[in-house]
């Protein structure tokens, strides 16, 4: 039987509370634009707003007047979803922990993850949300999966507990081995 194939996420819905508490989230905290609105065509009492997290896709939120914002942190039961990442440049990275005490937004501090940096704070409605910045850049005609794929193989075999900065230089070299022509032999 065929496997069913994606190409990758097109968009993120989420129950929010009323309209202007998401648009002052969405976009006036993580600065993801609004660009466009119109009922939720399944419940036509709520609203639907759309934001463009950066890469084209979108993030949407069903908004109803009548929901109040409440910030308890959402279920993290099986089947919940825990916290959505969203990728930020290592300069923006730099600069987050201090964006979010200057707004009076609690924040786990820096995170070091090995092969990313993060930081973790939650939306008004209790969703934890994760700003995320890979350490590295995949060589040319590799992605992000790619590098990370090739060190895990490299950190399995070496025995390591978790990907680190050793993993990723070996990785991104074997890709770049891989993906770029020479007519040398070194």
């Known amino acids: 039987m065929s496997k069913l194939q994606s190409q990758g996420v097109h968009h993120i819905t989420i129950m929010g509370a009323d309209r202007q508490t998401s648009i002052d989230f969405w976009e006036g ?3 993801m634009p609004f660009v466009f609105e119109q009922p ?3 419940d036509p ?3 639907h707003l759309y934001f463009d997290p950066g890469d ?3 993030i949407t939120i069903f908004t109803d007047e009548n929901r109040k914002v409440d910030g308890t942190r959402t279920p993290t039961d099986a089947g919940c979803v825990h916290h959505i990442a969203f990728a930020v440049s290592q300069s923006m990275y730099s600069q987050l922990a201090a964006r979010l005490d200057a707004r009076g937004i609690a924040h786990s501090g820096e995170k070091d993850r090995g092969f990313m940096n993060s930081i973790y704070f ?3 409605l ?3 949300i994760e700003l995320a910045s890979y350490r590295f850049e995949p060589p040319i005609g590799a992605t992000h999966t790619d590098v990370l794929f090739e060190a895990h193989l490299i950190r ?3 025995g390591d507990d978790h990907i680190e900065d050793k993993h990723l230089a070996v990785a991104i070299e074997r ?3 891989r993906n770029q022509r020479s007519l040398s032999d070194e």
Do not use: C, M, Y
Request: glycine share 16%; hydrophobic share 40%; proline share 4%.
């Open 126 to 128: 209790g969703l934890l």
């Open 56 to 58: 084209g896709r979108l």
């Open 45 to 47: 009492s709520q609203g």
């Open 175 to 177: 890709l770049a081995k």
């Open 156 to 158: 399995t075999d070496a």
């Open 40 to 42: 939720n065509l399944d």
């Open 122 to 124: 939650k939306d008004p």
């Open 29 to 31: 905290v993580l600065g």
